[in-house]
C-alpha cells in the first residue's frame, strides 16, 4: 500500500468516526469501527483518540508513511439512523464488500441522508408527551393536553430555540412554555393532574441518548468523554426545573395562587 492509498484509507475512518460522534454514538463505538476500517485495509500503525467533542488520529512507523489528523466536531445532536448506517458499512467493509472509494462514496450518501420531517418530529413529540403523560398516571384529558403542550413546544423548538438560541437558554424557553399551556389547560378544565401534565410534555427535552451514552462511556473507562457527557445531560435537567419553576411562578401570579 503507497502513502497515497494509505491517507484514503485514514480519512474514510476518521470521517466515518466523525459522523458516527456526530450523530450520537458512544466513544466505544467509534474507536472500534475506525480500527475495524484501518484493520481490514491492511494500516496497521492507525491510534485514534476519541473525545466527547473531537477525534485525535495518527499513524506512521517505520513502514507506512506518517499521517496526523485532529477534528473538532459540534456534538448537539442525535440521529441513530446514520450511526446504524456507518455501522453497517463497516461491517461489510470488513466483509470484503468495497474498495475504499465505494465505501467513501457510500458514507458520503449516509452524511446527505435527510432528516425527518419537520411535521413528523412535530407529531412525534406530541404523541410522545401524551402517551408519557398517561404512563404516569395522566388520565386520557390530561393526556390531550400534554399531547397540546408536546406539540406546541416542539414548533418552538425548530423554529426558535434551535436557529436563534443557545440550549440553556432554548431549553428554559421550552419548559417554561409547557408549563405554561399545562397550566392553562388545567385552569380552563382540561386535565386534572398537573404534574402528570406537565412531566409528560417536558419529556421530549430530556437528554435521555447522551445521558445513557456518558453512563455506558464511564462503564467502558472512557472517564473523561462519559463524564462531560453526563454534566452536559445534567445541566439540561437543571434547565428543564429552572424552566418549569419559571413557569409555575409566572402561572401562580397570574391566577393569585390558585394553580396548584
Known amino acids: 500500500m503507497n502513502d497515497h492509498q494509505e491517507e484514503a484509507v485514514l480519512e474514510l475512518a476518521q470521517q466515518a468516526g466523525h459522523v458516527l460522534l456526530e450523530n450520537g454514538a458512544e466513544i466505544f463505538r467509534v474507536e472500534e469501527t475506525m480500527e475495524r476500517i484501518c484493520r481490514y485495509y491492511g494500516v496497521k500503525s492507525e ?9 485525535f488520529m495518527t499513524a506512521g512507523d517505520g513502514r507506512e508513511g506518517t499521517f496526523a489528523r485532529v477534528q473538532q466536531i459540534l456534538v448537539g445532536r442525535t440521529n441513530l439512523a446514520k450511526v446504524t448506517a456507518v455501522n453497517q458499512l463497516s461491517r461489510e467493509i470488513a466483509e470484503g464488500r468495497y474498495d475504499v472509494e465505494e465505501a467513501r462514496k457510500i458514507l458520503e450518501e449516509i452524511k446527505r441522508m435527510p432528516e425527518k420531517r419537520k411535521i413528523v418530529k412535530i407529531l412525534g413529540s ?4 401524551g402517551a408519557f403523560c398517561c404512563l404516569l398516571g395522566g388520565t386520557l384529558e390530561d393526556g390531550l393536553a400534554a399531547f397540546l403542550a408536546g406539540f406546541i413546544l416542539y414548533i418552538y423548538v425548530l423554529q426558535v430555540a434551535n436557529p436563534y438560541l443557545s440550549r440553556i437558554v432554548g431549553t428554559i424557553g421550552g419548559s417554561a412554555l409547557v408549563t405554561v399551556i399545562c397550566g392553562l389547560a388545567h ?5 386534572t393532574r398537573l404534574n402528570s401534565m406537565i412531566i409528560g410534555s417536558i419529556m421530549p427535552l430530556i437528554p435521555g ?6 453512563i455506558r462511556d464511564v462503564a467502558n473507562e472512557d472517564y473523561l468523554s462519559g463524564s462531560v457527557r453526563m454534566l452536559d445531560a445534567t445541566l439540561i435537567f437543571f434547565c428543564i426545573a429552572i424552566g418549569v419553576g419559571f413557569g409555575i411562578s409566572l402561572l401562580g401570579t397570574v391566577t393569585g395562587g390558585d394553580l396548584l
Open 47 to 55: 491510534n485514534a483518540f476519541v473525545l466527547s467533542n473531537g477525534i
Open 126 to 129: 406530541a404523541v410522545g408527551s
Open 187 to 191: 385552569q380552563c378544565g382540561l386535565g
Open 209 to 214: 441518548v447522551p445521558f445513557t451514552n456518558g
